[in-house]
């Protein structure tokens, strides 16, 4: 994972000269007030709607860095809503708009003067269900977002891929086959294949939805186990209907309610000393 993160220069000299500007000028900004920032990831009076019905309600939330953060609670309640949000996709639903902020290393992401599309390198997303190009190969469904984003040096794009498979625990498994189409791969493998094509932008935050709903428990292991992983590298915030999964791979929960933050804390206090009566009622089954 680490050698990723260590082909980011070469990653932006493939760019245009206009990406390239934009990119350094979004990336200066960021680490000139990271030191200053003690979070990763800060979302402050974040508000979303779909038309006319509101999805979220004054969410404040602070993330720290390299940490694995959970959010519950039951369907319909805005999980899914809150993490769109953190990387502007939520805007991308007709009809749909927010309000607030979401800072990453002291930025907000919805200030007009930053490229939503560099925020999007930087803030990866893998859905619910796993979601293949269905016409491409396992190579070119990790490389995919590397050409669109103008490289094409093909011995740095091998390089890439090599390292977002490794990074996705699947490289040993697929090493001889990159040329097979992707959708050929098992449930897990899939999904782990996306989170290589995740990777292979070299996203400093990862945000996960339900990531093993649609997997079988061997598979759903397997994703756990990387999950961990790659906190060593990345800040993830993760939605989960399973709490034994919140309460397995998380350093930090939080439950939301019908749209609103009704409690957030490290899990273990979460799931044993909550201080709300309702996540107590939720985490032990009585609802949801």
Known sequence: MQQIINTSDNYQQQLSNEEELAY?????????EQKQQPYKVSI??????????????????????????????????????????????????????????????GIDIYDR??????????????????????????YDNVAAGLKLNGVKDRQLI???????LQGAGLWEEV???????????????????????ALAMQPEVLLMDEPTSALDPMASSKIEELVHDLEQE??????THNMQQAARVSDYTAFLYLGELVEYGPTKK??????KEL??????GKFG
């Open 24 to 32: 350094k000028s979004t990336e200066n900004a960021l680490k000139a």
């Open 44 to 105: 402050k009076k974040l508000e979303a709607w779909f038309g006319t019905k509101q999805a979220l309600k004054d969410i404040n939330l602070d993330v720290k860095e390299n940490t694995i953060t959970a959010i519950i609670g039951p369907s319909g309640c805005g999980k899914t809503t809150l993490i769109r949000c953190l990387n502007r996709m939520h805007e991308m639903t007709p009809s749909s708009r927010s309000k607030g902020q979401v800072i990453i290393d």
């Open 113 to 138: 003067n930053i490229d939503p599309v560099i925020i999007k390198r930087r803030i990866g997303m893998v859905f619910q269900k796993p979601n293949p190009f269905p016409t491409m190969s396992i």
């Open 158 to 164: 091998d390089e890439i891929v090599k390292e977002s």
């Open 175 to 197: 090493r001889n086959e990159l040329d097979r189409p992707g959708m050929g791969l098992s449930g897990g493998q899939q999904q782990r294949l996306c989170i290589a094509r």
């Open 234 to 239: 990345l800040t993830i915030i993760i939605v």
């Open 270 to 275: 979460i799931f044993e000393n909550p201080e």
């Open 279 to 284: 996540t107590e009622r939720y985490i032990s």
